[in-house]
């Protein structure tokens, strides 16, 4: 399945002073299948290695730290004459601490050799304080796919018809309906590759089902990576709590929700290591919306999101037949799905994840995002009701130049609110950038 990502390793193969690429990314992603896919299509071939599957690789990187003997050694292992034109591909590399710093070797005597690594749990390793060649190597991080990655295997037309959009105005009738059913649909699978390809194929739900559960079942396996036995009972406790603490009106999460008594303090290392896995997003407050956001984070407040709208949906248990009952989907959990994907979409798109913002009991918006040097408030509606006094009370005390609104409402911008209906999430970037000339005209 095409990937965005792919047009951003296209063009890392080409760049002068390439240095080895990391792609980040929790596990299930498509991150092996990219690499796999680069090394087909780009290069004459590729030599793979797994550290996760293999383990005695690892021996080769922590008695050798000279790159040639160590391209001489994997020419042998894997049985593919490793040069400019090999693609070599170090699969889960977090499993290998020795050959993540060994990457600083090849940028600094080999810089011809194209290298590409996956680490699912990277940003776990890292934590545990283990030697990174910073400054020698380059990141890319992969999302599960996106609803504008997923709709041309089910709705091509539709798919060209958004691709097409160059200007600010109304979608006509005749793809919107349909594009706010196929979003239902997206809702229901998420967009985890397995899932995707197995609900393109045969447009059951029930099916996905199984897969959906596999893949929630193989990250909570992943939990027992952590060294402390007593924080693998809390990791798991925290994710089993993540629809609960979304249900909420203002979803600010409550370690009350997870166990009853229990204190930050005991389960903030479970939290960080939802993070670093990439299995969850935190959502910050925000006390001041000014550049930069990160200066103004409330650190004892916050929220959690899931990586994937479908595996949120599976881990609540919400049946798929909600699908057919109206726009339920769009306000179950008071509206968290949604949100939960339009999250994911910001992050994919803006590469940082917004913070939320409120005043006291008088307002609160879901998001307010960080685009060049402009503050934008965000607010995701469930369905055509638009009334917002959150973003009102934003506006009049701030006056920001931009306002987002998601919404069942078609695409319009006037008076500097953009309403970007749910399907068009996907195209924030850009939508954005058109209201520029939009305001010219």
Same mark, same amino acid.
């Given at each position: ?64 730290? &000279?790159?040639?003997? !160590?391209? +001489? ?17 170090? &699969? ?5 601490? &020795? ?15 194209? #290298? #590409? ?40 037309? *539709?798919? &060209?018809?958004? /691709? ?47 897969? !959906? ?76 919306? *000014? ?30 037949? *909600? ?8 306000? /179950? ?18 590469? +940082? ?66 309403? #970007? ?9 850009? !939508? ?10």
């Amino acid at each position: 399945m095409k990937r965005s990502l792919e047009t951003q390793l296209i063009a890392w193969k080409s760049k002068s002073g390439r240095l080895p690429l990391i792609i980040q990314g929790a596990r299930q992603v498509g991150k092996t299948y990219l690499m796999k896919w680069m090394g087909e299509e780009y290069f004459s071939q590729y030599a793979y290695f797994n550290f996760d599957e293999r383990p005695e690789l690892h021996e080769f990187f922590q008695l050798n730290k &000279d790159a040639d003997r !160590l391209i +001489e050694s994997l020419s042998l292992i894997s049985g593919v004459r490793i040069d400019r034109d090999t693609l070599v591909i170090l &699969d889960e590399i977090q499993e290998a601490p &020795d050959a993540l710093n060994a990457l600083k070797y090849f940028a600094e005597s080999r810089p011809e050799i194209p #290298i #590409i690594c996956a680490g699912s749990l990277l940003g776990v390793l890292l934590n545990k304080g283990h030697s990174f060649p910073v400054g020698k190597v380059e990141f890319l991080t992969l999302y599960p796919m996106s609803f504008r990655e997923v709709l041309p295997y089910w709705n091509k037309n *539709a798919a &060209d018809f958004l /691709e097409g959009i160059s200007k600010i105005e109304s979608i006509p009738q005749y793809f919107f309906n349909d594009l706010v059913d196929q979003f239902k649909k997206y809702l229901i699978t998420g967009g985890m590759p397995a899932v995707v390809r197995e609900f393109s194929r045969n447009q059951n739900f029930d099916q996905t089902e199984s897969t !959906l559960e596999n893949l929630l079942l193989s990250y909570k396996g992943d939990f027992a990576k952590h060294p402390l036995m007593d924080d693998i009972a809390k990791i798991g406790l925290v994710f089993d709590s993540l629809p609960s603490q979304l249900a909420r009106e203002n979803k600010k999460f409550l370690y009350q929700l997870v166990r009853s008594g229990a204190r930050a303090r005991e389960y903030e290392e479970a939290i960080q290591w939802l993070i670093r896995s990439g299995l969850v997003y935190q959502v910050k407050k925000n006390t001041k919306p *000014a550049i930069p956001l990160a200066a103004y984070d409330d650190l004892n407040a916050f929220k959690l999101y899931l990586l994937d709208v479908g595996l949120l949906r599976r881990l609540a248990r919400l049946s798929p037949m *909600a699908y057919a009952e109206g726009n339920r989907l769009f306000t /179950e959990f008071k509206g968290a799905m949604l949100e939960n994907y339009i999250l994911q979409s910001l992050v994919a798109q803006f590469n +940082e994840v917004p913070r939320y913002w409120s005043s006291g009991n008088l307002a609160e918006l879901d998001f307010i995002l960080q685009f060049e040097n402009e503050i934008i408030p965000v607010e995701v509606k469930s369905d055509e009701n638009v009334k917002s006094r959150s973003l009102n009370v934003f506006q009049q005390k701030y006056q920001p130049s931009l306002r987002l609104r998601y919404s069942l409402k078609n695409l319009q911008y006037r008076e500097g609110l953009l309403n #970007i209906p749910h399907f068009l999430s996907d195209y924030t970037h850009q !939508l954005i950038t058109m209201t520029k000339d939009f305001v010219e005209e």
